[in-house]
């Protein structure tokens, strides 16, 4: 059994991270940390963990953990990582953050510890051997899971246009009326049009695996007017046949336990509520159109960095992850 810290507990994120771990036969739950609520029942702030958890928020991370992980928001976890290092020896304590503070090659080391990117299906044998690990985005999870095979294969040759959707969740607990659901109900708007910063993780990752590539990318993010689940759907030239792509997206994620490919037209309550990337193949006139679903909050993040904590502990990857879709 390894023990586990959470800083950031009362987030969306945090309440998926929650419900994982407290049935994950391997781990145990040491402390949940909250500023905003110190001292108040779990249960109070993430109603849907009645009866599951019986722990309150506690003000400080205790040393008695194997595994922290950082559920805060962008640019906070440096000063966390600070905070807690100068204070005590945390040297061996494994480390996943969930927010984008580590997750670029350029701002991945803080101090003594160098944090790996944590896309498993492009990293699973780098992350067996680290003790941090930048979890992905959400959109750019979605997005590089649908790429990955043409960028191993060096196939990728034009630019690449994407447009995606995310749920309300997908910005946390914020206080933007465009994030309420007064706003968002039975409307859609696009937002961070070709300049979403998710955009540098998935450069990143096709520079690592096809160093040549100068296309570019086009991506238009749009916020949806449902609570969870990303839609991506992109398309570019390619000169193999609909046949060879289909071959090439078999074989390479044939051993992902997470990673489905459907011949059917896919939509996101086939996701929701698990740790599936569903991917959608296309073909029109040398073009492959390539649609990926995920649940924000799980593979987006949460989920996701389970896999990561599974693979880091050398635990079989799908541990505390059969998670049922919820359906109609």
């Known amino acids: 059994m390894i023990k586990i810290g959470i800083i950031g507990g009362a987030g969306y994120t945090s309440n998926e991270l929650i419900k994982i771990l407290n049935n994950h036969p391997k781990v145990e739950i040491k402390n949940i940390v909250s500023t905003t609520y110190p001292g108040i029942p779990i249960e109070e702030i993430h109603q849907n963990l009645i009866g599951e ?87 750019a999870t979605a997005i590089q899971l649908a790429i990955l095979p043409l960028a191993k294969s060096n196939l990728l040759k034009k630019n690449i246009h994407i447009s995606a959707i995310t749920g309300s969740t997908g910005a946390g607990r914020m206080k933007n009326e465009k994030l309420n659901f007064s706003w968002r ?12 910063y998710h955009i540098m993780e998935v450069k990143q990752t096709i520079n690592q695996l096809q160093k040549k590539y100068n296309g570019k990318i086009y991506f238009i993010p749009y916020r949806g007017c449902f609570s969870r689940g990303i839609i991506s759907t992109l398309y570019t030239s390619i000169e193999l046949s609909f046949e060879e792509i289909k071959k090439l997206y078999y074989n390479f994620y044939k051993k992902n336990p997470f990673i489905f490919l459907s011949e059917k037209e896919i939509h996101l309550k086939q996701v929701i509520n698990t740790n599936k990337c ?40 799908t541990c505390g992850l059969k998670l049922t879709p919820l359906g109609v």
């Open 53 to 139: 958890i019986t722990k309150r928020f506690s003000r400080k991370i205790t040393d008695e953990i194997d595994l922290l992980f950082l559920c805060i928001g962008h640019g906070q976890s440096k000063k966390i990582l600070k905070n807690i290092c100068d204070k005590r020896n945390v040297d061996k304590i494994n480390v996943i953050d969930l927010s984008n503070d580590f997750r670029m090659n350029n701002n991945s080391i803080f101090k003594k510890r160098r944090f790996k990117y944590g896309l498993p299906e492009l990293n699973k044998k780098i992350l067996k051997k680290t003790n941090n690990i930048a979890n992905p985005g959400c959109f």
């Open 185 to 196: 109900n039975n409307n859609i708007s696009t937002y961070k049009v070709f300049n979403h």
């Open 278 to 317: 569903i991917i959608n193949l296309n073909y029109f006139k040398k073009k492959v159109i390539i649609t990926s679903i995920i649940d924000n909050l799980i593979k987006g993040a949460s989920g996701q960095a389970v896999q990561n904590m599974n693979i880091m502990f050398n635990f079989k990857e």
